[in-house]
């Protein structure tokens, strides 16, 4: 009897295929934890061909989208570290890097102009960082580019402000990490002799912020000694109208500046402030004393051009295509070329016509265009200035016509003292003898509140204005908060006022009355008046004035039509100056002063000037530049300019 029994032999143990896959998976993680753990290691020497070539013998061959701005810069940077990579540490990026990108970032925050972003390359560093570049190409174009965003940057930042000649010229180049601080820090390499010219960096001390004391003193405009009686009203009181305050009671006992003659702000508990002018001032007021221009004749030259380009036939509107900008190589960039010399923006030359590299003199041309076309100028051929160069010649023969018949509406002879408020293209000028003294953005009505035309002349000035709220914005604005939070509109100096002028508690009995006319609303003159802390009266039946706002960004957008029809300015205070100069001892010392507190003070103007506000989608500047705007409330009838 055999004890051999084959039917036991067919179940097979798992037990060897367990232990040798265990032993396959710990080999596969010692692996790949070795792998993880290994750096890849960056030749020193292998990116020089790279930089050299694109830097020195074909600049032409730069590979990346984004252009260097600063190339001769760049060069002698790169020309001292012998064409070596300055912000890596074999493929990833150093500390000093990372400092960097931590402060152009800081520094293009808040900035409304995507010119910042652009000229630092932050765009382009956020699309290719989120890996890290493993490729040696890849790595020398982000070298450059943050060598080339750094220039930019001290550029910006005033680093090279000082004449060259007033301090010991140093090699200095931006490879240096210490105490986690990024620094400039010199290079003691001999001075190459192809490296002479402008220098960009020179030894900076980001510490060191405090201003010379002979730049200081050039600008001691608010401590001039003047002996000026300040108990004397400024204004005369209107009839029947007595005023309750007076505006000596912020100057020393007696009304007159110190002993010393030197003029000393003071807070409105009557306090000295400290640190100069206080944070409202704007400075002092330089006349610009620029050519005003706007004839006519010159419109009607610009005229019969464009009626010539129109019958020419040699238009044809950019095709359509991704943006361009500088560095960009398109066919487009030939037909955008061609399209801007046709315009007087760009002046060709011989063989560069069918070109499709946008090179710095197309830029230029583009920001020439963008900037008389009251666009964003940044040299970004986009959307909008597509938009603007494919404007047609016919289109701007009729625009031309409309701003001709809109001239003739107004005296032929201005004055020789004006203000004009052009509402399409969001400014204000003021000319004195055909020349603009002073000229500042706006803000505009929305297309539903519409900034009127209207020809008047300003009658008053007052600092700390109150604001009497139209009915309109009583009813479907101001009445619904103050029944939300009546405290918070009572801080804000918001009263409603009985037929005998009596101040009174936003109540709900008074508010009713408000809304149905019994009563008036009013927001008493201060920090939070709606009104800011100037405003302008020009008698006109519309009740439009100009005044200051605490909307202060809304300056630097590029378009600018948000207010309910009154006009808001950028630099009030240099307005009152130049207006009121001619009547005494006008300067921004005193309206600073004015502008503190909540009392309210009217200086009537003793000399007439003029107001023209005006609606010119098209007109010609003292430099004989032709401008276009668009026809933000459609009275030109043109819908391709209404953008």
């Known amino acids: 009897m055999s004890y051999f029994n084959p039917e036991r032999r067919t179940r097979k143990s798992v037990l060897p295929l367990l232990m040798l896959g265990s032993l396959c998976i710990v080999a596969l993680y010692y692996a790949f934890t070795a792998n993880q753990q290994t750096v890849p290691v960056l030749p020193e020497n292998a990116v020089r061909p790279h930089l050299i070539r694109w830097l020195v013998e074909n600049p032409d061959s730069w590979p990346a989208q984004d252009p260097i701005f600063n190339p001769a810069a760049v060069r002698r940077i790169y020309e001292r570290t012998d064409y070596r990579l300055l912000w890596f540490d074999n493929y990833s990026l150093s500390d000093t890097a990372n400092d960097l990108l931590k402060q152009l970032t800081a520094s293009s925050s808040g900035n409304p102009s995507s010119m910042v972003d652009y000229r630092y390359h932050l765009g382009y560093f956020d699309r290719t960082l989120r890996d890290t570049p493993q490729r040696l190409q890849m790595a020398a174009v982000l070298d450059v580019l943050l060598t080339d965003a750094f220039v930019s940057y001290a550029q910006d930042t005033q680093l090279d ?141 610009q005229l019969a051009l464009y009626r010539s380009i129109a019958d020419s036939g040699r238009w044809r509107p950019l095709p359509a295509g991704p943006a361009m900008t500088i560095g960009a190589r398109h066919p487009n960039v030939a037909h955008l ?42 040299g970004i051929v986009g959307r909008e200035t597509r938009a603007r160069l494919n404007l047609s010649p016919t289109a701007r023969v ?127 003159g201060g920090e939070d008046n709606i009104l800011g802390r100037v405003k302008f009266e020009i008698p006109n039946t519309d009740d439009i004035y100009l005044h200051d706002t605490r909307a202060r960004s809304l300056f630097s957008l590029t378009e600018r039509g948000y207010s309910h029809g009154c006009i808001r300015l950028e630099k009030p205070r240099h307005l009152a100056e130049a207006l009121l100069r001619p009547q005494g001892d006008w300067d921004q010392w005193r309206i600073n002063q004015l502008t503190v507190g909540d009392e309210t003070t009217e200086v009537n103007m003793k000399r007439n000037v003029k107001v023209y506000i005006t609606y010119w989608t098209a007109w010609v500047d003292g430099q004989g530049q032709l401008h276009f705007r668009p026809d933000i409330y459609g009275k030109d009838g043109l819908a391709a300019n209404q953008f």
Do not use: C
């Not at 000319?431 to 509140?449: C, F, T």
């Open 337 to 378: 070329r061609n399209l801007l010399s046709l315009y007087g923006d760009y002046r060709s030359y011989t063989g560069e016509a069918n070109s499709t590299r946008f090179d710095r003199r197309l830029h230029e041309a583009v920001l020439r265009f963008q900037r008389r076309h009251g666009l964003k100028a940044d």
């Open 398 to 524: 009729n625009i031309i016509e409309k701003n001709i018949r809109r001239r003739r509406e107004l005296p032929t002879n201005l004055g020789d003292r004006f203000i004009q408020v052009n509402v399409p293209a969001y400014e204000l000028y003021y000319v004195e003898d055909d020349r603009i003294q002073l000229s500042m953005n706006v803000v505009v009505g929305k297309k539903k509140h519409a900034t009127p035309e209207i020809t008047t002349r300003v009658s008053r000035v007052v600092f700390n204005p109150t604001w009497t709220v139209p009915r309109s914005i009583l009813v479907n604005e101001i009445l619904p908060k103050a029944r939300a939070n009546p405290e918070g509109m009572e801080k804000m100096g918001y009263r409603v006022v009985s037929g005998s002028g009596e101040h009174l508690p936003l109540t709900s009995k008074n508010l009713s009355a408000a809304k149905q006319g019994s009563f008036l609303m009013r927001q008493l």
């Open 161 to 301: 402000k000082m004449k060259p000649r007033t301090r010991r010229e140093r090699d200095i180049t931006p490879v240096s990490h210490n105490e986690g601080r990024f620094e400039l820090v010199a290079y003691t390499a001999q001075r190459q002799a192809s490296s002479s010219g402008r220098k960009y960096f020179r030894g900076y001390e980001r510490g060191a912020t405090v201003r010379r004391e002979s730049d200081i003193n050039r600008y001691r405009h608010y401590t001039r000694s003047r002996n000026i009686d300040r108990s004397r009203h400024y204004s005369y009181p209107r009839s029947g109208e007595a005023r309750s305050r007076s505006t000596s009671s912020r100057f020393a006992p007696g009304g007159l500046p110190p002993r010393n003659g030197q003029r000393s702000y003071t807070t409105s508990d009557g306090l000295p402030a400290v640190g100069g002018a206080p944070d409202h001032s704007e400075g002092p007021y330089i006349a610009e004393d620029t050519p005003y221009g706007r004839e006519e004749q010159a419109l009607r030259e």
